[in-house]
């Protein structure tokens, strides 16, 4: 009996050693070089990239800051990422317990009349109770290319997380703006309707005494209406505005708490952007579509693994009696063998099979080498929004300021008599129309500045980082 245990332990060590010594069969991942530009085009701040993970606080808005970890912690989106992390970390304890033996029990009692054993009619009874292991030994490395790939699945899925992140801070971000600059708008337009109200009613006057003819009071109802109709327009916005930024938040439609920023409220900044090749390893999404690629090469491994034969050891330890009360005495009976089974003739199903996961793989490469490639662009057009957008900005600045002595100018002079009442509501029409475009290109240039630190990989957080206190 001694011997046979011996026989076994050390069959057992042989197995364990071949399965994990093994050859692995598959392709070794390598990383794809990209072509990386040496710097980008639009980039005239000199020095390393230095982007804070906090950067909405750079916007001097408390309310957005509280609004931004309000999304991270409640929106269903970012929730659905951390369940399909939890996912794929089960999955990684899934496939490794490929790479153990099976053990499981098994008992059994039969009764009978007739004993197969003699042939003849009697009563018969048969107890029997044990242990069993069955082991596919991973010697060509089918489990542990498995496991690369599980393992690789789950770094991706974390990776999205901090990429929907990312994504939810700067969509809040800029869904708060627009919402403030829908309400700067409305106010525009309110205080418009109610100059032009004024402005009507003193046309109206003039007109009914016989100073100003019929054509001047038509033309102050015209301008009139014109602002009566971008209140209701502005009004819409601004709740279709706080549906959105509600829904981000993780909560029902509703009002949004937040504070007039200002037309001026510019943010100033030099970003160190860095070098293109240091954006690439700080963008999520690049580093998301790494991990796919290399989790479906090792897909490749597990499936030249099929192409040759499955070994698999298993054994049985247990005892049998007929006699239910002594079935321990007779001393414990086992078993152990091992197998070997192979593909011969598939047609080429196993081929194809290879071919099949190579194809996806070349799929995923491309699809890393696009993402790079986008990752580009959206930093070239990020920079060069925010250069232009300043330069907009000081333009339009301009012009509401000549808009605004131009409208009161021509108020003078239509007072005085010396102008019709047409350029007055030109000016008037112009300065209405040079204020809610100040406001707009502020908030795009606001927009400008999320939209870069997102391009660049800046500004994601591990939700566990933000959770409320």
């Known amino acids: 009996m001694k011997n046979k245990t011996k026989i ?212 102050a109802q015209i301008q009139q209406a014109i602002a009566a109709q971008a209140v209701p327009f502005f009004k819409r916005q601004v709740a279709i505005a706080e549906n959105s930024l509600s829904i981000l938040l993780g909560q029902n439609p509703g009002e949004i708490t937040r504070k007039d920023l200002g037309v001026g409220h510019i943010v100033e900044m030099d970003i160190p952007v860095g070098l293109p090749s240091d954006i690439l390893i700080r963008r999520p999404d690049v580093q998301e579509a790494m991990q796919t690629l290399k989790a479906q090469n090792a897909r490749i491994g597990v499936a030249q693994a099929m192409r040759f034969p499955s070994i698999s050891l298993t054994g049985l330890l247990g005892a049998v009696s007929n006699d239910l009360t002594t079935i321990g005495d007779n001393g414990a009976i086992y078993q152990v063998s091992g197998g070997l089974l192979g593909p011969i003739f598939q047609f080429g199903k196993n081929k194809r099979r290879v071919e099949i996961e190579k194809e996806k793989t070349n799929q995923m490469r491309l699809n890393y080498e696009q993402t790079v490639l986008t990752t580009f662009q959206e930093v070239e057009n990020a920079l060069v929004s925010v250069a232009t957008y300043n330069m907009e900005y000081e333009a339009i600045n301009n012009q509401q300021k000549a808009a605004e002595n131009a409208a009161r100018l021509s108020s003078q002079r239509y007072d005085g008599g010396v102008t019709s009442y047409l350029e007055v509501l030109d000016s008037e029409r112009t300065l209405f129309q040079s204020e809610l475009s100040a406001s707009e290109v502020n908030k795009q240039k606001l927009e400008a500045y999320i939209n870069l630190y997102k391009a660049l990989g800046g500004g994601w957080i591990i939700p566990d980082e933000l959770k409320e206190e």
């Open 8 to 219: 076994i332990f050390i069959i057992w060590c042989a197995v364990t050693m071949m399965s994990v010594t093994g050859c692995m069969v598959g392709p070794k991942f390598a990383a794809p070089k990209t072509d990386a530009p040496d710097q980008f085009r639009y980039d005239v701040v000199v020095g390393d990239s230095t982007i804070n993970t906090e950067w909405f606080e750079l916007m001097n808005d408390p309310i957005l800051t509280e609004l931004i970890k309000t999304a991270i912690n409640n929106n269903k989106n970012v929730l659905m990422a951390a369940s399909r992390i939890e996912q794929s970390r089960a999955f990684l304890g899934f496939t490794k317990a490929d790479m153990l033996p099976s053990i499981g029990y098994a008992g059994s009692t039969d009764f009978s009349n007739f004993n197969q054993n003699t042939g003849t009619k009697t009563d018969f009874e048969m107890y029997s109770a044990g242990a069993s292991l069955s082991w596919e030994i991973d010697f060509w490395g089918k489990f542990r290319r498995g496991n690369e790939a599980a393992r690789a699945e789950l770094v991706a899925d974390e990776f999205a997380q901090h990429w929907i992140i990312l994504n939810l801070m700067a969509e809040v971000a800029t869904n708060y703006f627009a919402l403030v600059d829908f309400d700067r708008r409305l106010a525009i337009s309110e205080r418009t309707l109610e100059s032009r109200n004024a402005s009507m009613d003193i046309i109206y006057q003039r007109f009914e005494k016989g100073i100003a003819p019929e054509l001047d009071y038509n033309q």
